[in-house]
């Protein structure tokens, strides 16, 4: 009786494991559409004389909208925090709702761009692991 209890409990804290696993490989599939999106911001810095990009039109992307996937809504470039951050929009994953985002914040290092990501809705154990420190 005991070791069926253990075995419940194990499989109970499984099934949670699995689910968060999964919600972050979705939330990581939004990562996948910004690879596009950073070469236009480090181009446009690289060309427009150190400036970074406020919009999708300047960097010369789609409108946010169009750069979806199945769990992704948009990705958009803007200004907050700064100028070129890249902001992926997620639909509604699992039991999370729509409209969590993910930023990507670029900081210029020389000829190259570095980026930071964090989330201001997401909790820590749904950041996608790339993005943690």
Do not use: F, H
């Not at 990009?53 to 996937?69: K, V, Y």
């Not at 902001?87 to 914040?105: F, K």
Request: with cysteine; hydrophobic share 40%.
């Amino acid at each position: 009786m005991i070791t069926l209890a253990i075995i419940g409990i194990l499989g109970s804290m499984a099934i949670v494991s699995y689910q968060d696993y999964m919600t972050r490989s979705k939330i990581s599939s939004g990562l996948t559409l910004t690879a596009a999106a950073k070469l236009a911001v480090a181009e446009y810095y690289n060309s427009a004389g150190g400036q970074l990009p406020d919009t999708n039109a300047a960097a010369g992307l789609p409108m946010p909208a169009s750069i979806t996937n199945k769990y992704t809504t948009s990705v958009s470039i803007g200004v907050v925090p700064t100028s070129g951050t890249i902001t992926v929009t997620y639909g509604t994953i699992g039991s999370l709702a729509a409209g969590n985002t993910l930023l990507l914040v670029p900081t210029p290092q020389g000829a190259s761009m570095r980026w930071e990501c964090s989330s201001p809705t997401l909790g820590a154990n749904l950041i996608p692991p790339i993005c943690r420190d």
